[in-house]
Every structure is written in structure tokens, then in C-alpha cells.
């Protein structure tokens, strides 16, 4: 697979943090780290945890056994460098990793309930199956990341998992794509969030998913 280039990879991840502070899906605090990988075994990963002003120096090149090949990772960041590169390795067409505190779909997580697949948009990302949640340990920790790919391994049908009392971690095929995700599954949490004062949200057909799926690979022949 072809994957983007260094320097093409800092500024689509410069210009998706940008997008993403836009839309509050950083919440307040302005935290998140991206990444994006850049060969099979390679990911340029954000190097602190504030990503309000980011530029080219705010990057490391990383090799997925966590290995710094270029740049530095600030101590309190070195803990997530494992929680990208699991992902990585377990997903060999994602291109990009973004884990941020939404605040929407980080209610679900500290209230430790997944996100249902309600929303039609969510499958237009990939995601068929309800949106997990990997039980709390101390951000990446070997329990941490083992509780991230084991949802990931088990759930084929899932493009992002919550983690436990403190936020979210969405992965797609570069970064655009995975902002976008996140953007739209935040949203779906305060949909359903919402649709629950009105009495609940409601599922959607059971032919909905393959119905989705025909059209999206229709279009895309057109």
C-alpha cells in the first residue's frame, strides 16, 4: 500500500488538528495526539500532548516497535507511542490513529456504555458493530493496549474503540478519514445523547447495512 510521504503526512496531520480544534472535538483542554504512518513499519506521531499550534518540528518518526528514529517524544507522550503502533500492527490498511477526549463520545466511555450504531452516517465510516469499550488501565500500559487490540481484533466491523473513563481512539485510512470519523462519531454521541430525552434512540433496518453498503460501492463505480 502506498502510504504518504514525511513531510505530506505532518502537513495533512497539521491541517486535521486545525479542523479538529474547529469543531470541539478536542474539548476544551486542546489535547490529542495524531499520527500517521508513513511506510509499513513507520508512523510520524505527534510529540506532545497540546496540538493547538502544531508545525513541522511537532513531530517524531517513530518505527512501530517503538523505536525513535527522527525527532524527540516528550516523556509524558512516550507512554501512547505503543498505543498507535498496536493498532499499526493489528490493522495493516490504517493509515492514521487520533485519540482526543470528544466530549460526547467521552461521556459514553466514562459512563462505560458503547456507542450503538444508530446514526446512518457511522457506517459510511466502516463501523457496523456498536462502538466498544476497552476497560480501564493506565494509559499505555501493556493492559491498556492489550484491552485496545483485543477489541480491535474482535470487532471487524469497528473504525474506533472508547477508552474507559477517558476518551476515544479512532483509526481509518489516512488522517482526513479518520478526523472525519471521529467528527462524526462525537456527533453521534450527542445525537443519541439527545434522542434519549425524546424516549431512546431507534435502531435502524436490519437490511440498513448491506443496503449502505450496495449504494457506497454503486457510487463508487460511477
Known amino acids: 500500500m502506498a502510504w504518504l510521504e514525511i513531510s505530506q503526512a505532518k502537513q495533512e496531520l497539521i491541517r486535521v488538528a486545525s479542523m479538529l480544534r474547529d469543531s470541539g472535538v478536542m474539548f476544551r483542554g486542546e489535547h490529542a495526539n495524531l499520527s500517521a504512518r508513513v511506510a509499513d513499519d513507520r508512523m510520524v506521531l505527534t510529540r506532545g500532548g497540546n496540538v493547538a499550534h502544531l508545525d513541522e518540528s511537532s513531530f517524531a518518526l517513530v518505527q512501530l ?29 490504517v493509515g492514521s490513529v487520533i485519540h482526543t477526549h470528544a466530549p460526547h463520545a467521552t461521556a459514553f466511555a466514562v459512563a462505560h456504555q458503547s456507542i450503538p450504531v444508530v446514526y446512518e452516517p457511522l457506517m459510511r465510516f466502516g463501523i457496523t458493530a456498536p462502538v466498544p469499550v476497552v476497560p480501564w ?28 473513563n477517558h476518551g476515544v481512539l479512532a483509526f481509518a485510512a489516512n488522517p482526513t478519514q479518520t478526523a472525519q470519523l471521529l467528527a462524526t462519531l462525537d456527533e453521534a454521541a450527542e445525537l443519541i445523547l439527545a434522542a434519549r430525552q425524546l424516549g431512546g434512540e431507534q ?20
Do not use: C, W
Open 137 to 164: 488501565a493506565p494509559r499505555g500500559s501493556a493492559a491498556s493496549v492489550a484491552g485496545i487490540i483485543a477489541a480491535v481484533q474482535a470487532n471487524p466491523g469497528i473504525s474506533a474503540v472508547l477508552l474507559a
Open 203 to 222: 435502531p435502524l433496518p436490519e437490511a440498513a447495512f448491506e443496503q449502505i453498503r450496495e449504494a457506497m460501492r454503486a457510487f463508487a463505480t460511477k
Open 65 to 93: 516497535d517503538g523505536k525513535v528514529l527522527e525527532g524527540e517524544i516528550a516523556p509524558a507522550q512516550a507512554e501512547i507511542v505503543e498505543m498507535h503502533a498496536a493498532v499499526y500492527r493489528a490493522r495493516a490498511q
